[in-house]
C-alpha cells in the first residue's frame, strides 16, 4: 500500500480558510490520483475533491457542496497533493482524509480507493 499523510488541519472562525497537504510515498500505478475525502461527525465520508496526472494533463473534480470554496492543486513530482479551504462554513468541521490507488475510475467514491491516510481534524466555528 502508498503511505499516505495528511497535515494542516486547525480550528478557524466561519469564512477562514486553511489549506491541507497530503503527502503520499511508494506510487507505483498510473495515472496518479489523489482525492481529499471529509467526514462529519455522525456521518459517512463524502468525496471533496480529486485530482489526477492524465493523459491531456491534470483534471480535477470537485464535489458539488465545496465547488468555488476548496480549490485542489499538486505537485506530483514531489508526491504532494494540496487542499486550500476558503469560505469555511460550521458543517465543514470534520475529519479530511486523502486516499489514492484507485480501483474504479470514479474520483470521488470512497469505495473506490485502497490507501488512506489517518485524516486530519478541521474545526470552524460560527
Known amino acids: 500500500r502508498v503511505q499516505v499523510e495528511e497535515t494542516g488541519g486547525g480550528s478557524v472562525q466561519a469564512g477562514g480558510s486553511l489549506t491541507l497537504s497530503c503527502v503520499f510515498s511508494?506510487?507505483?500505478?498510473?495515472?496518479?490520483?489523489v482525492a481529499w475525502f471529509h467526514q462529519a461527525p455522525g456521518k459517512r465520508s463524502e468525496g471533496v475533491a480529486a485530482?489526477?496526472?492524465?493523459?491531456?494533463?491534470?483534471?480535477?473534480e470537485y464535489g458539488d457542496s465545496v465547488k468555488g470554496r476548496f480549490t485542489i492543486s499538486e505537485d506530483f513530482d514531489k508526491d504532494t497533493v494540496y487542499l486550500q479551504l476558503s469560505d469555511l462554513k460550521p458543517e465543514d468541521s470534520g475529519l479530511y482524509y486523502c486516499?489514492?490507488?484507485?480501483?474504479?475510475?470514479?474520483?470521488?467514491?470512497?469505495?473506490?480507493?485502497?490507501?488512506w491516510g489517518q485524516g486530519t481534524q478541521v474545526t470552524v466555528s460560527s
Open positions: 485530482i489526477w496526472d492524465g493523459t491531456s494533463g491534470i483534471g480535477t
Open positions: 486516499a489514492t490507488e484507485i480501483r474504479s475510475w470514479i474520483p470521488l467514491s470512497r469505495y473506490e480507493y485502497q490507501s
Open positions: 511508494a506510487y507505483k500505478y498510473k495515472p496518479k490520483i
